[in-house]
């Protein structure tokens, strides 16, 4: 099977523009989640969405959005960027329905290095 | 989240077993404890979890202590590829807030010699 993909690797941006980063999962992964990576803060995680449907969300301003289409395919979008959006944006999938069976693993794809100047 | 607390930093020498402690006190009687590993310049990948008993699978051992407040992931023989910043990370299934959000913490980051 075909890891987790994410386009595109590396991009460069303005400050005060938007970018919209592009994700796709492992084929017959229904869920999809994105985490943004910086080195004071870590991995932190943003949203997860599943069939569409946005299920969890963390901290982030409104600024960070995303949606899902029908394919499972996920975009997440950040406007009016800032000097510390500069991160590494992550995606992951999951074959998980309902965590009350069982959480099951995510599989992360290789992230979207985006450095806003 | 329950919080976790892993050492800062391990070093091991190539072909030797590592042990990577976790301490999770607060773990609630529904968490399942993670583990996930970063190599340099790649996203997080899944390594083994477990919620009671101890696991193995290809990559490691999870050995889970019997009050369920700590662990140890457990790598048998490190080779240099190996060298990574290791979390553990425990994981509610209460739903809601559980969809799909892993909470990583700072890691150990593991340092394998030749």
């Known amino acids: 099977k075909a890891g987790v993909t994410q386009t595109p690797r590396y991009l460069i941006k303005t400050r005060g523009q938007q970018v919209t980063l592009s994700c796709s999962p492992i084929s017959g992964h229904r869920s999809v989640s994105w985490y943004q990576q910086t080195p004071g803060q870590g991995l932190q995680f943003l949203f997860e969405y599943f069939s569409e449907t946005q299920r969890n969300k963390g901290n982030f301003p409104g600024r960070f959005s995303g949606r899902q289409f029908s394919n499972s395919r996920s975009e997440m979008n950040v406007s009016t960027l800032e000097l510390g959006d500069s991160a590494l944006y992550l995606c992951a999938s999951s074959s998980t329905r309902s965590v009350r069976i069982s959480p099951s693993e995510q599989y992360f794809g290789p992230g979207t290095r985006l450095t806003v100047t | 989240d329950a919080k976790t607390t892993q050492p800062n930093s391990m070093e091991s020498n190539e072909e030797e077993p590592v042990h990577l402690p976790c301490n999770h006190s607060?773990?609630?009687?529904?968490?399942?404890i993670h583990w996930y590993r970063q190599l340099p310049s790649q996203g997080p990948e899944y390594v083994i979890h477990?919620?009671?008993s101890n696991v193995n699978n290809r990559m490691a051992s999870l050995a889970i202590a019997e009050d369920r407040k700590s662990s140890t992931l457990i790598l048998h023989r490190a080779t240099l590829r190996d060298a990574a910043v290791y979390y553990c990370i425990l994981k509610g299934n209460a739903g809601g807030t559980s969809y799909g959000k892993l909470t990583f913490g700072q890691g150990t980051i593991l340092t394998v010699h030749p």
């Open positions: 477990g919620l009671t």
């Open positions: 607060t773990i609630s009687g529904t968490d399942y």
